[in-house]
């Protein structure tokens, strides 16, 4: 089955701690991004990778750090966590960065910083 | 820049009433996309459809339907006999499509809709 899987699916944790969030993709995909949901906010990118070893800046990417060395594998890190990262995290794939390519989102995972 | 705005912020309706949701967008580019997602209490985000620029025709999907009109840069989709299970957040989105581009989708704020037994 062709998916997105993230995990954890929901974590808590305290300020400070560094964190991982794992993204994998099953379908070869090029493209793969993280957005974080906020109330009120809409979904807002924070990093994206057109391929292997290319990743670049969304539009939040302050406090936040990425890794594409494998084409299934986009890891979302937080080297040191703060409160204002409390968030639902997606990661999502396309085939390539063209929006004619669909873009599968993965479940979710929610995220507290206390 | 651009923007995606989704004015209403909650609808509540009462099941079997039709109801439609509003997106207005803002864009330079002159081939994009837009998007509906769906977002149950469950939290994951459900696509409904992509809609490419040159297309303006609308489109319907069961008891969902979609109006684009490019003059007034309008995306609206109607639930027509709204039933409990489409309480949800409504997002609309827009892409551009050149290829060159960041692929990045730009999120409305979202639609919380509540449909009552």
């Known amino acids: 089955e062709a998916q997105v899987t993230q995990n954890p699916r929901y974590l808590i944790t305290v300020t400070g701690k560094k964190l991982t969030v794992t993204c994998s993709q099953n379908?070869?995909?090029?493209?793969m991004s993280w957005y974080r949901q906020d109330p009120g906010l809409g979904l807002r990118q924070i990093y994206y990778?057109?391929?292997?070893?290319?990743?670049d800046k969304g539009d939040v990417p302050e406090g936040y750090k990425v890794s594409r060395k494998e084409k299934r594998n986009f890891p979302l890190i937080l080297e040191s966590p703060s409160p204002n990262q409390t968030s639902l995290y997606f990661c999502a794939s396309s085939l390539s960065r063209g929006s004619s390519y669909e873009q599968y989102f993965g479940p979710g995972t929610r995220l507290t910083v206390t | 820049a651009q923007k995606v705005t989704q004015a209403q912020t909650e609808i509540s309706v009462v099941e079997k009433e039709d109801v439609t949701l509003d997106c207005v967008y803002e864009t330079r580019d002159t081939t994009y996309y837009l998007f509906w997602y769906k977002q149950p209490p469950s939290g994951e985000l459900v696509f409904l459809i992509r809609?490419?620029?040159?297309?303006?025709q609308n489109e319907i999907s069961g008891r969902y339907s979609w109006n684009f009109q490019k003059s007034t840069s309008s995306f609206n989709f109607t639930i027509t006999a709204s039933q409990v299970v489409d309480s949800a957040v409504y997002f609309c989105?827009?892409?551009?499509?050149?290829?060159?581009?960041?692929?990045?989708?730009?999120f409305g704020k979202g639609t919380m809709l509540l449909v009552s037994p």
């Open positions: 990778s057109m391929n292997v070893e290319v990743t």
């Open positions: 379908m070869n995909h090029e493209y």
């Open positions: 809609r490419n620029s040159f297309d303006e």
């Open positions: 989105a827009l892409s551009e499509a050149r290829a060159s581009g960041r692929g990045t989708l730009t």
